[in-house]
């Protein structure tokens, strides 16, 4: 079944439920992950509204025409919960720019927000896309969409569209807190098993919660690889394509200037699982831990998210946070998981990554 919509979205055309699209603005930000009720014209500096259309659930191609007849304008999009599609893009007056981007439905309703400098949008053409694949995340808070109520913490999952082309939709089902083991028992890996299939994939990063689990018997060449089995296998039962991702390393540096590995064994054991199950290892660990030591002590700062108080209005109190990510961060650490894609041998995901 074909289903789509192509229109000039007016500024002033407000969402009617019988046109099936138009714009709103939020009752205001969330802060409830689970609830997956963030709209992404909450995750600007300055909210704009949300331009949602009524679509059934699925994989989407949309289509812009950006630019502006008469002024210079740069156009930032983001789509679903915050997840940024295009970044500051440039265009002179009477410039027209086409860009297309994929889009994965699951609540019946696709959502863009149109932000920047001086965003200009002409043109909205959305087409179903049914016979693209989809690409599947499980993982912790380092990989999740973060809730507009949390802006500017970003994971890397809301940014990893930035380096993918049209031909594939990303489905994030990360979530914070969560290790391989309660991914499973929490049914979260269920939810993915009901929706995968044939030629999808599913990239896993775990580390970070499954190292806190200290009961008897569990650990990284016990448990951990166990549970993370339990994935790959589904995945390939499913027909689709298992993809394990080494955990990015913390801001905690040696005096040398050498990154501490908190992850202690944890990294090794999945690198050991991928050779024994011949799934393809993205050594986001590796890229992370030379990057970060690139950068140095201080300014890594920029990458995770550190903030004076009063900085952001979602963090009155500021924040000095080693683990997780500002949005700048993010999207660093999305460009470091396509170059570990590319770098693991998987080659039909690989085709999917754009141009670094």
Known sequence: MKFGYSFTPAAD?????????????????????????????????????????????????VTLQIGSADRSAVTTVREGLGRIKLLDMNTGAGELMTRTFAVHVDDGQLKLAF????????????????????????????????????????????????????????????????????????????????????????L?????????????????????????????????TAGAYPVLVAPMHRRFFEPDGSIRNTHGDYIEAMRQLAVREAVPFADLAGLSKTYFEELGEERTKDIFLWAEPGRYPNLPEGAQDNTHFSETGAIQIARLVAEAILQSGEQRLSRYVAPL
Request: hydrophobic content about 30%.
């Open 13 to 61: 055309s407000c969402y009617d439920r019988e046109q099936g699209y138009g714009y709103a603005a939020a009752a205001g930000g969330s802060k409830n992950e689970d609830l997956r009720d963030s709209w992404p014209g909450d995750y600007f500096a300055e909210g704009v509204p949300t331009l949602l259309m009524d679509v059934p659930n699925g994989n989407y191609r």
């Open 115 to 202: 932000g920047g400098a001086a965003p200009a949008v002409q043109h909205v053409k959305v087409e179903r896309a049914a016979g693209i694949p989809t690409l599947y995340l499980a993982g912790d808070s380092t990989v999740t969409d973060q809730p507009s109520g949390q802006f500017p913490y970003s994971g890397w999952g809301q940014m990893i569209g930035l380096y993918l082309n049209e031909g594939i939709a990303v489905a994030n089902h990360a979530r914070s807190g969560k290790s391989a083991k309660t991914f499973i028992q929490e049914s979260r890996l269920l939810r993915i098993a009901k929706k995968i299939g044939k030629g999808d994939f599913l």
């Open 204 to 236: 896993l990063q775990f580390a970070h919660n499954d190292e806190k689990e200290k009961e008897e018997g569990e650990g990284p060449f016990t448990t951990y690889q166990q549970y993370l089995k339990e994935h790959v296998e589904l995945a390939r």
